[in-house]
């Protein structure tokens, strides 16, 4: 160890490769790095590949399907022996690129009974359906929705469904719940409330997709004079700490989010094994109540 210290010797790593036909890299492909709602599962995920003897290797594709597909076959040329991909919605061709290269691949964020694919995640649809029909249930009848762009966003777009789920429920026409799509960013979220309160001022109840958008909502209603919930309600999914250092506090879908990146690092080693059969696993979402949400 005295020579390897004054040597600076380390191992060669394709070298290495070669030998194991193995890299020990999962490589993760992620919509951003500009906010905290993948951070916390990513550094859990991180954290237990550590322990299992593997690197990660992170790229971000800034919400584009383009960008996105190009990292993953960057990845799998550096030599990737998995990837850790964020919901399903992607290019067909790249789930067969991978199939062809023998290259397990890992869905997170999202579960869906219905897909095929290995995934460890959380309904979106349902564990949004949850607060809508507790938004419902404080009398709130004129409810909006911010949201993130839902055309290539599964997860997105099953928070939409789960609100209008929840209307349908409950004896509302879904179709008339106002939708504002826009890219994250607190900016955004404020740019987005004031879009709904244009053309929709008699709403109550804002839902906003992730506590981002909320947060932004929060301050543009704050800017507008109303008072949060007296006069609106704002709520958000995700439960980062943002949304507990809110003022007023968010109420939000609490997501467990390094639960899901340790599972989601075991059950990658497995598939790397090859231990057998692999089963998708839904992890629970519960909601937070703080004091975002009042009664009409």
């Not at 030599?79 to 062809?100: H, S, T």
């Not at 949850?130 to 249930?137: D, E, H, T």
């Not at 839902?207 to 909320?214: G, P, W």
Request: glycine share 8%; with cysteine; aromatic share 6%.
């Amino acid at each position: 160890m005295e020579a390897v210290r004054e040597l600076g010797y380390a191992p060669n790593f394709s070298a290495r490769a070669l030998a194991a036909k193995q890299t020990n890299t999962v490589g993760a492909v992620i919509p951003t790095m500009e906010n905290a709602v993948f951070a916390r599962g990513l550094q859990a995920f991180q954290e237990e590949l550590g322990r299992l003897g593997k690197t990660l290797l992170v790229a971000s594709s800034a919400y584009s399907a383009a960008l996105e597909e190009e990292q993953v076959r960057a990845l799998v040329a550096g030599g990737a022996d998995a990837l850790f991909l964020i919901g399903y919605d992607r290019n067909p061709a790249v789930y067969d690129f991978l199939e062809k290269r023998g290259v397990p691949t890992l869905i997170t964020w999202s579960y869906k009974a219905t897909e095929d694919r290995i995934a460890v995640g959380f309904d979106n649809r349902e564990g949004m359906a949850k607060l809508a029909r507790l938004v419902l249930g404080q009398g709130h009848r004129n409810i909006a929705c911010i949201t993130a762009p839902v055309a290539s966003n599964d997860r997105a777009r099953g928070r939409v469904h789960g609100i209008q789920d929840a209307m349908r429920e409950a004896g509302f026409d879904p179709a008339s719940l106002p939708i504002v799509e826009t890219p994250y960013g607190i900016e955004n979220g404020e740019t987005a409330f004031r879009e709904v309160m244009a053309v929709a001022d008699q709403t109550t109840a804002i839902m906003c997709a992730n506590d981002v958008l909320a947060v932004g909502a929060l301050r543009a209603a704050r800017e507008a004079g109303l008072r949060v919930p007296n006069d609106i309600s704002i709520t958000g999914f995700d439960d980062i700490e943002l949304a507990r250092l809110a003022d007023p506090a968010l109420t939000t879908v609490h997501v467990p989010h390094r639960e899901m990146g340790r599972r989601a690092a075991s059950m990658i080693t497995k598939m790397l094994r090859g231990d057998g059969s692999m089963e998708s696993v839904e992890l629970p979402t519960d909601i937070q109540i703080r004091q975002t949400l009042g009664s009409v």
